[in-house]
């Protein structure tokens, strides 16, 4: 059997999009920053997928809308822009999570490098972050603070509301990489209090190399891709009109059917949920209720994640052991690590992460061969005789209860 169990790391293009991608390069193919007939009846097209993509996220304005190659550029627009346009005013500190996208902390390292201080703070060990932590840490010289929506590796979902209405308050911009969230979660800008927000289309069925950055109006952006007009002179380049029409379809197709969706693929986590929990010394992490509706992180102790990985792929299972995005990387995930999880049980992660297309029957199947091989690897492991004969102490509670 084969089964598709990575859809954080990205989903397959959905017909829907792959019909407007098609229909896009047979009839609009002109350049919309061209004045002939055949470039504005591009650009009306991509006026199309502005104003599908605002409607799907509540933005204010179809001009607060810019398609970027996907949600790490629109992350480092974000930052880039509050942290060098007020840095003017003296505000130079800035707040995020410990456990953000690689994206968010590589940018934050950057900036700190030219000067800018960062608080890091630490969710709590659900993985979710109190929001009374975010307002004590903000200063007087607080320039932004970026939460992501919903963590890519173990699902938890964090308080946006409260920490955008707290941001408002206390006059400080408040961007969320929503890569995670959008398509798969409902996201109102507005009643959120978000100021920017990223997205990219290949994690609702979009394609690749395409993605959304919301700025609300008044905010001053810096350019990150130099070299032309395109997007209010705001990003350089040709925009890709097929890629982006097709991403705005999928987005909409995805909003639209959204409740059904979150209450299936829910189903299908919690029925995998309650199959694996009676693996002895392993845990769920991340908060069991708020998390994403496809999301299971799961830490195995006494075996590493990456062979694990391996021996499922042999049985058609395709999941992860982590983010996509660090994949080449022995470290245990940092995700992991910055919300408490023992370095040992973050060794021994797997994040199955599903969607509308897999079925129980897959699930079951999952749960099947999770067990055989955990009790494979075990098996041979010096490391588990260690455990079991008390040389070593668990990490991981035998039993995990929600």
């Given at each position: 059997m084969k089964v598709y169990a990575d859809n954080a790391a990205t989903t397959y293009l959905s017909k829907t999009a792959r019909d407007k991608f098609i229909e896009c390069l047979d009839n609009f193919n002109g350049n919309p920053n061209s004045?002939?007939?055949?470039?504005?009846?591009?650009?009306?097209?991509?006026?199309?997928?502005?104003?599908?993509?605002a409607g799907c996220i509540n933005a204010a304005k179809t001009n607060e809308i810019y398609f970027t190659s996907g949600g790490s550029e629109a992350d480092n627009q974000a930052l880039l822009s509050a942290a060098r346009g007020l840095s003017k005013k003296g505000k130079k500190h800035l707040i995020t999570l410990n456990i953000e996208h690689h994206a968010i902390l590589h940018t934050m390292a950057k900036l700190e490098k030219e000067g800018f201080e960062v608080t890091y703070l630490a969710p709590e060990s659900n993985g979710i972050v109190d929001p009374q932590k975010v307002a004590d840490a903000i200063r007087e010289d607080t320039a932004l603070v970026s939460v992501m929506f919903a963590n890519n590796e173990m699902g938890a979902i964090q308080p946006i509301p409260e920490i955008g209405k707290i941001c408002k308050e206390k006059g400080v911009l408040f961007h969320t990489d929503a890569v995670q969230a959008a398509g798969h979660l409902p996201i109102?800008?507005?009643?959120?209090?978000?100021?920017?927000?990223?997205?990219?289309?290949?994690?609702?069925?979009?394609?690749?190399?395409?993605?959304?950055?919301?700025?609300?109006?008044?905010?001053?952006l810096v350019n990150v891709i130099e070299g032309g007009a395109q997007e209010r002179g705001k990003r350089a380049g040709t925009v890709n009109v097929p890629a982006i029409r097709a991403m705005a379809e999928a987005l909409k197709e995805a909003?639209?059917?959204?409740?059904?969706?979150?209450?299936?693929?829910?189903?299908?986590?919690?029925?995998?949920?309650?199959?694996?929990?009676?693996?002895?010394?392993?845990?769920?992490?991340?908060?069991?209720?708020?998390?994403?509706?496809?999301?299971?992180?799961?830490?195995?102790?006494?075996?590493?994640?990456?062979?694990?990985?391996?021996?499922?792929?042999?049985?058609?299972?395709?999941?992860?052991?982590?983010?996509a995005c660090t994949s080449e990387s022995l470290d245990p995930s940092h995700v992991l690590l910055g919300m408490g999880v023992p370095i040992e049980a973050a060794h021994g992660s797997l994040r199955f992460s599903l969607d509308i297309d897999n079925t129980e029957?897959?699930?079951?199947?999952?749960?099947?061969?999770?067990?055989?091989?955990?009790?494979?690897?075990?098996?041979?492991?010096?490391?588990?005789?260690?455990?079991?004969?008390?040389?070593?102490?668990?990490?991981?509670?035998?039993?995990?209860?929600?």
């Open positions: 004045l002939h007939s055949d470039g504005q009846r591009t650009q009306e097209v991509l006026d199309e997928a502005r104003e599908i993509v109102d800008v507005q009643a959120m209090n978000i100021d920017m927000l990223s997205m990219s289309g290949h994690k609702f069925h979009g394609p690749k190399g395409c993605g959304v950055f919301y700025a609300r109006n008044g905010i001053r909003c639209d059917n959204m409740e059904p969706n979150m209450t299936r693929v829910a189903a299908l986590r919690d029925r995998l949920i309650n199959g694996l929990k009676d693996i002895p010394y392993s845990q769920l992490n991340g908060d069991p209720v708020k998390r994403l509706p496809g999301n299971v992180n799961w830490s195995f102790e006494g075996v590493e994640g990456e062979s694990l990985l391996l021996h499922l792929d042999m049985y058609g299972i395709e999941c992860s052991s982590g983010s029957e897959q699930i079951d199947y999952i749960i099947e061969k999770v067990h055989y091989v955990i009790d494979y690897y075990r098996s041979m492991s010096p490391y588990w005789e260690d455990l079991q004969t008390g040389k070593r102490q668990h990490c991981v509670p035998e039993h995990w209860e929600a």
